[in-house]
């Protein structure tokens, strides 16, 4: 039997905010072992939590990105249940009324365009970390994450493939980051996903029984285990067994799921009405301020760099990977006035030394300007495509211009036709064998001859009269 798998994402984000949701504490990662903790987020008796109004912008900026309906008043509920991570024994979320339903994203397939729905996306606090010492046998807590801020985004179970989950979380991801409301770190737990997923029948209407995957940190991981995970159930339905309702864990050492848990039905959390915690009521003129907000997403943005600028499709994916990228390609090409060539630096010279360095493409020496001055004297034939490299790296490292970089190098391109002439004679008269060769149909060695003359003028010749030159020369007996 041909079986189809039935997809739904959890995705949790935390939200860029300086303090927690309920309370004045820090969010910033990395500090000592509960040192970011107060007797609000500690959950000592008495205390009462204050909602942080900043994360309920943040989490309206997602919502009406991704074309949520933000409802007007939305309620606060205690989700129970008892980890040692989780110090008031309940977590304080949004249950029977969120922040916002009923929206959507697109993504591309290799069958073209595809809309996955949104459920619902709420806020919620994080829970503190759990590190287990298995060595020597103790088990240690850290709350400086509890009532870290969270938005939850749920989705329909619209992805029927692996790969449309992984494309769906990117797209996620992308737009968070482009909001500047979420780092989108996995490794940090700062962006984190849980997988629903279950087989059915081709044809059938109903929803196999599924299982939940937790544990994925990166989005191959989220691929790879919805993979195992589809072979697994497949293996189990074609013995005629029964896939059973439960929680696993992805083991990416031995790329294998294995069972964490009975899965929990909502019943079995005991959620009721947070009785701290007034509804959030939002206006429309508080809904309209943040859309003001919202910037250019990613989506819009390839295409337009497309319809715009003329470059490929592929150039526009690259170039608009973050914000701070799009930002600086674009402002290369509007004061060059080269789009593709600009694309073509940015994505090949700027992006090798961010890499190479680590660094952030804020941080790059070389500002949009000097490089748009370093493509018009390329385009004016001041320096050729070869001395341009070297130009390039003499900026990246001094931080100056490259009219300055040139006049105190000397490394103005050769022009004057007579001079280059003379070159080409030499070089000629210096390879009597390579010559014979040439002549008699090694029609290849034509490229030697331009590499020896650039050679003999420090690659500043112009290779446009050097090629008119050596043709016209050794067209000659």
């Not at 309940?90 to 365009?113: C, K, M, R, S, W």
Request: proline residues 5%; contains cysteine; negative net charge.
């Amino acid at each position: 039997m041909d079986y189809e798998p039935v997809i739904g994402l959890e995705v949790h984000a935390q939200l860029l905010t300086k303090t927690k949701i309920f309370c004045g504490c820090s969010t910033r990662f990395g500090e000592a072992p509960n040192s970011n903790t107060c007797p609000v987020c500690l959950g000592m008796p008495g205390v009462l939590p204050v909602l942080n109004r900043k994360v309920v912008e943040y989490a309206m900026k997602m919502a009406l990105a991704t074309n949520c309906t933000v409802n007007r008043e939305s309620t606060w509920a205690r989700k129970n249940y008892f980890y040692p991570d989780l110090p008031k024994g309940y977590q304080i979320t949004q249950f029977d009324h969120p922040l916002a339903e009923h929206g959507y994203v697109n993504i591309e397939t290799t069958e073209g365009g595809k809309r996955i729905g949104i459920t619902r996306i709420h806020m919620e606090e994080d829970a503190g970390k759990s590190i287990h010492d298995e060595s020597g046998g103790s088990s240690f807590v850290d709350l400086n994450r509890a009532a870290v801020p969270l938005i939850e985004i749920v989705s329909e179970p619209d992805m029927r493939s692996p790969e449309e989950a992984a494309q769906y979380l990117r797209r996620l991801h992308e737009i968070l980051v482009y909001l500047e409301i979420c780092d989108g770190n996995m490794e940090e737990g700062s962006f984190r996903c849980d997988a629903n997923i279950s087989l059915r029948p081709k044809g059938e209407k109903a929803f196999g029984i599924r299982s939940e995957l937790k544990n994925m940190n990166s989005f191959n991981n989220v691929q790879h285990a919805l993979e195992y995970e589809i072979e697994r159930q497949r293996a189990i339905l074609e013995r005629g067994a029964r896939v059973v309702q439960e929680t696993r864990l992805w083991d990416a050492s031995r790329s294998v799921t294995h069972s964490m848990r009975g899965k929990e039905e909502a019943h079995d959390y005991r959620y009721f009405p947070e009785p701290d915690l007034v509804p959030v009521v939002i206006s429309d003129d508080w809904k309209d301020d943040i859309l003001k907000t919202i910037p250019e997403l990613p989506l819009e943005k390839r295409e337009r760099f497309v319809s715009e600028y003329g470059i490929p499709p592929y150039d526009a994916g690259v170039l608009t990977a973050s914000r701070a990228l799009a930002d600086y390609y674009e402002e290369v090409a509007r004061l060059s006035g080269r789009p593709k060539i600009a694309s073509n630096w940015v994505m090949g010279d700027v992006l090798a030394h961010v890499n190479e360095t680590k660094m952030e493409i804020e941080e790059v020496p070389i500002k949009p300007a000097a490089l748009a001055e370093l493509i018009g004297v390329i385009e004016d034939g001041t320096i050729s495509g070869k001395i341009a490299k070297e130009v390039f790296e003499e900026m990246w490292n001094s931080g100056k211009g490259p009219k300055e970089i040139i006049e105190n190098q000397g490394l103005v391109q050769i022009t004057d036709a007579g001079e280059l002439e003379r070159t080409v004679e030499e070089v000629l008269a210096a390879h009597p064998q390579q010559l014979d060769q040439y002549r008699s149909g090694k029609q290849q060695l034509f490229g030697f001859f331009v590499g020896q003359t650039m050679k003999a003028t420090g690659g500043k010749a112009n290779p446009k009269i050097v090629n008119e030159l050596l043709k016209k020369k050794l067209s000659t007996p």
